[in-house]
T-cell receptor, first 113, second 114 residues
Framework: DAGVIQSPRHEVTEMGQEVTLRCKPI?????LFWYRQTMMRGLELLIY????????DSGMPEDRFSAKMPNASFSTLKIQPSEPRDSAVYFC???????????FGPGTRLTVL | AQTVTQSQPEMSVQEAETVTLSCTYD???????LFWYKQPPSRQMILVIR??????QNATENRFSVNFQKAAKSFSLKISDSQLGDTAMYFC???????????FGKGTRLSVIA
């Protein structure tokens, strides 16, 4: 198995632009998590899905952030419009039901100028 | 709310020596899981070791072992025979049983010195 796949690995954009981060979970994993890592706040949960349904989005910072999971093999995290304070590493992770270890993707480093 | 505290932002250790990273957590739950993740400069999150709260025996994975003190809500990581490749950020994390997300500590940056 290829593991959790994230794209792009690096993204540099200008303030005000739309950014879309992508994640492909491990096949058969029905939980998908989006985390954000910054120096100031560490690793924070943004949102997680179970069987493609959002379960908890209380970590999404504001309306500029949205996440979707249209099917079991694909999820997106969109920021519109982006701001410099959104600069961070965004991780996607997945795991199967009743197995507590999460498997992380390589992360997307986002820089908003 | 559950919290995880890592009180050592940075640590260093000489190659081949032993180092212990501290972690405390706060929860009222009885069934939960604890993890240590390693994040090298490549930024990939790598699971180092896990501990189930219902198990009294401390988990061990090669050079890595934990000291799990449930009553004290403490979960420290011991790295024996430190190697240069152990240089990384180390995160302590917690989750309940029942398919909930991980809660992370702020991390400890470990440098192994030759």
């Amino acid at each position: 198995d290829a593991g959790v796949i994230q794209s792009p690995r690096h993204e540099v954009t200008e303030m005000g632009q739309e950014v879309t981060l992508r994640c492909k979970p491990i096949s058969g994993h029905d939980y998908l998590f989006w985390y954000r890592q910054t120096m100031m706040r560490g690793l924070e949960l943004l949102i997680y899905f179970n069987n493609n349904v959002p379960i908890d989005d209380s970590g999404m910072p504001e309306d500029r952030f949205s996440a979707k999971m249209p099917n079991a093999s694909f999820s997106t995290l969109k920021i519109q419009p982006s701001e410099p304070r959104d600069s961070a590493v965004y991780f996607c992770a997945s795991r199967p039901t009743n197995y507590n270890e999460q498997f992380f993707g390589p992360g997307t480093r986002l820089t908003v100028l | 709310a559950q919290t995880v505290t890592q009180s050592q932002p940075e640590m260093s250790v000489q190659e081949a020596e032993t180092v212990t990273l501290s972690c405390t957590y706060d929860t009222s739950e009885n069934n939960y899981y604890l993890f240590w993740y390693k994040q090298p400069p490549s930024r990939q999150m790598i699971l180092v070791i896990r501990q189930e709260a219902y198990k009294q025996q401390n988990a061990t994975e090669n050079r890595f072992s934990v000291n799990f003190q449930k009553a004290a809500k403490s979960f420290s990581l011991k790295i024996s025979d430190s190697q240069l490749g152990d240089t990384a950020m180390y995160f302590c994390a917690f989750t309940f049983s029942g398919n909930t997300p991980l809660v992370f500590g702020k991390g400890t940056r470990l440098s192994v010195i030759a």
